[in-house]
């Protein structure tokens, strides 16, 4: 297979996995199984057939409506099976078929659940946690073996404990909750990604994100709560791209 092609197929499997995962933001937080029912509208609860549940062309030939009910469909799931494709593609064109690519496709897969779940719910799912920490661990075992790949769960142990400091910090402070639990055990996926120095670099981009957000957005957001978790996996992309091109320290 030429590259061309690999680069065709990757973005299909991006977009494919991006309608999975835009899915099961949407059902977990709502207790709904990610098995059963099929696909569904949101608004008249009717099964969609298999034409109206293909990635992207079926949001643009429906116009963004239920074909039951014509009642919009919100574009964020056109949005993440879009986003999801061109950042797959995006990782194979830049690492190649290397651990940093299938690393970051970790990360963009955790990234594009957890932007439908927190952006719409203000929830991370313990599961698409757990299931990309384990699936790190595997990768960094593949490839650095077992020396680093125990350094690296030391360093995302470590990150996890000093999160939940700072949140009770926070929370005392602010007399509010101040962080989430599933920001906290995020840090379980980006220490494993970055080991402990990179992942608290990657911290402060990702603070620092979320404060720009919330400074554009602080008129609209009566609730005064930013949702952390898509800023913290943004972060963690961010810095291991420049981990990537050394400029990380570890």
């Keep these: 297979m030429t590259k061309i092609t690999i680069t065709?197929?990757?973005f299909l499997f991006g977009i494919?996995?991006?309608?999975?995962?835009?899915c099961i933001g949407y059902r977990i937080p709502n207790k709904?199984?990610?098995?059963k029912p099929n696909s569904f509208c949101p608004h008249c609860k009717k099964s969609l057939k298999w034409y109206m549940n293909i990635p992207l062309f079926s949001y643009i030939f429906?116009?963004?409506k239920c074909a039951y009910c014509h009642k919009k469909i919100s574009p964020m799931y056109f949005i993440i099976e879009l986003l999801t494709g061109i950042l797959f593609m995006a990782s194979y064109i830049y690492f190649g078929l290397s651990k940093e690519f299938f690393?970051?496709?970790v990360l963009i897969s955790a990234l594009s659940v957890t932007i439908v779940s927190d952006f719409k719910y203000y929830y991370i799912s313990d599961r698409v946690i757990f299931i990309s920490s384990f699936l790190l661990?595997?990768?960094n075992y593949i490839y650095l073996g077992y020396k680093e790949t125990l350094e690296l769960i030391a360093s995302a142990l470590i990150m996890l404990i000093?999160?939940?400091l700072v949140k009770l910090l926070g929370d005392k402070i602010f007399k509010r909750e101040s962080l989430g639990g599933g920001d906290i055990k995020l840090m379980l996926v980006i220490g494993l990604s970055l080991g402990l120095i990179d992942g608290i670099t990657s911290l402060i981009i990702s603070s620092s994100l979320a404060l720009i957000s919330s400074l554009i957005t602080l008129k609209n957001n009566k609730e005064r709560i930013v949702p952390f978790g898509p800023f913290l996996l943004i972060g963690t992309i961010i810095m291991y791209i420049l981990k990537y091109n050394g400029i990380g320290v570890l």
């Design 137 to 139: 661990v595997i990768i």
């Design 16 to 22: 494919i996995f991006g309608s999975f995962f835009a």
């Design 103 to 105: 690393t970051s496709l």
């Design 62 to 64: 429906l116009k963004g």
């Design 162 to 164: 000093l999160l939940y």
């Design 32 to 35: 709904i199984s990610i098995v």
């Design 8 to 10: 065709i197929f990757v």
